[in-house]
């Protein structure tokens, strides 16, 4: 009820927006998910913020989540004044102007359901397409966008993800050199698992979930501990990065560590300089593994639950392991293979990848 009030109003805004002038030199950046800015919006104002040498632009942060004096009233009286709004995360259900160009960047390609492709009834009958602009990395990706925020194709530019620029920086983080120590380790393996089960219980995309460990794959904390014991003999660092979403137990190994959104944000370190600091990705069905093609680094996927997966969730693509090049991991024995396969540099899927990566980023540069 409470979210069905809100939209209402949200929708009686949109005509006073219309009424209201705007300021042609103030920019929003929006974010209701995070308690600071976080992806592509957080990139976009650090570029914006590097290169307005002479204040031009009145740079405006919103956080509902991460400031308490940023209440939905005052977030909506700001974005009524600002000429632009940019945000990654969440919106405020108001429809701009023909006076205001508000960008929705979004946090990645639409490789599993989003929006109105999913199976939640409140984004069937709500107003998604709030926004002058949203962004796609490739053509590949328009038509999904299309029908899960139920807008026009011309809505939609083709460009590259803001975020993506962190991957051609190259300083290592002092996160990666510094609190991890990685640079003592043979090789170093980020694991980047989508949630299956949201931490307030909201999204179930998949119930298959291995309940102790809360990880595909791995059952148990015990084929952790074995996991952990290869891995210290062959001098490899595996790393967890937990979806923001997700609920997890931090256990405390000598080479599977555990870092969250809040632990990179507390040391001020920019999740995608992180990650491109490692000699391999393993993931699932985020998103993730087509920005990581930009660097052209070995990538497996776990695809233990794929069928289960598909059948709750989906994907807004077609055949979607077509565009994933890489070893997939259906159980513990196909896990340990592939970090064998990074241990000695048995990479034979490059060629491939790259041509793919084309597919998913227009731009790689």
């Known amino acids: 009820m409470k979210r069905k009030i809100e939209y209402m109003l949200a929708r009686i805004l949109s005509f006073v927006n219309i009424l209201?002038?705007?300021?042609?030199?103030?920019?929003?950046?929006?974010?209701?998910?995070?308690?600071?800015l976080l992806d592509n919006t957080?990139?976009?104002?650090?570029?914006?913020?590097?290169?307005?040498?002479?204040?031009?632009?009145?740079?405006?942060?919103?956080?509902?989540?991460?400031?308490s004096k940023h209440n939905k009233i005052y977030c909506a009286l700001k974005y009524m004044r600002a000429k632009y709004v940019f945000f990654s995360f969440g919106d405020l259900r108001i429809k701009p102007s023909k006076n205001q160009i508000v960008v929705n960047q979004w946090h990645g390609s639409p490789i599993k359901t989003i929006g109105k492709l999913t199976k939640y009834s409140d984004y069937q009958s709500e107003r998604l397409d709030n926004f002058t602009y949203l962004i796609s990395s490739s053509e590949l990706f328009v038509e999904?966008?299309?029908?899960?925020?139920?807008?026009?194709?011309?809505?939609?530019k083709v460009i590259g993800q803001a975020r993506n620029d962190y991957f051609y920086s190259k300083v290592k983080t002092d996160y990666f050199t510094k609190r991890l120590d990685g640079d003592k380790y043979k090789k170093t393996i980020i694991w980047m698992p989508t949630f299956r089960l949201s931490k307030d219980k909201r999204f179930v995309d998949c119930s298959e979930i291995n309940q102790?460990?809360?990880?595909?794959?791995?059952?148990?904390?015990?084929?952790?501990?074995?996991?952990n014991k290869f891995l210290n003999n062959e001098k490899v660092l595996l790393v967890i990065k937990i979806h923001g979403y997700s609920s997890f137990v931090n256990k405390n190994y000598s080479n599977i560590k555990y870092v969250s959104n809040d632990d990179l944000t507390e040391t001020n370190t920019k999740l995608?300089?992180?990650?491109?600091?490692?000699?391999s990705l393993i993931t699932d069905y985020s998103s993730v593994f087509t920005d990581y093609y930009l660097l052209n680094k070995p990538v497996g996927f776990t695809v233990d639950d794929y069928d289960a997966y598909n059948s709750e969730r989906g994907f807004s693509?077609?055949?979607?392991?077509?565009?994933?090049?890489g070893d997939f991991i259906e159980n513990i024995d196909d896990f340990y293979k592939y970090i064998f396969n990074?241990?000695?540099?048995?990479?034979?899927?490059?060629?491939?990848?790259?041509?793919v990566m084309k597919l998913v980023n227009k731009y790689n540069d």
Do not use: H
């Not at 540099?345 to 041509?355: C, M, T, V």
């Open 272 to 279: 995608y300089s992180f990650i491109k600091d490692f000699d």
């Open 144 to 156: 999904p966008f299309c029908k899960a925020f139920g807008c026009d194709k011309s809505k939609i």
């Open 20 to 36: 209201i002038p705007k300021k042609s030199n103030m920019i929003i950046f929006y974010d209701s998910l995070n308690k600071t």
């Open 342 to 355: 990074v241990i000695e540099g048995n990479d034979k899927l490059s060629k491939k990848r790259n041509e």
């Open 42 to 67: 957080e990139a976009f104002y650090q570029y914006i913020k590097d290169n307005d040498k002479t204040n031009k632009f009145e740079k405006v942060i919103l956080l509902p989540k991460g400031n």
């Open 212 to 227: 102790e460990t809360l990880l595909p794959i791995f059952p148990s904390f015990e084929k952790l501990n074995a996991l």
């Open 317 to 325: 693509i077609d055949e979607p392991k077509k565009y994933m090049i």
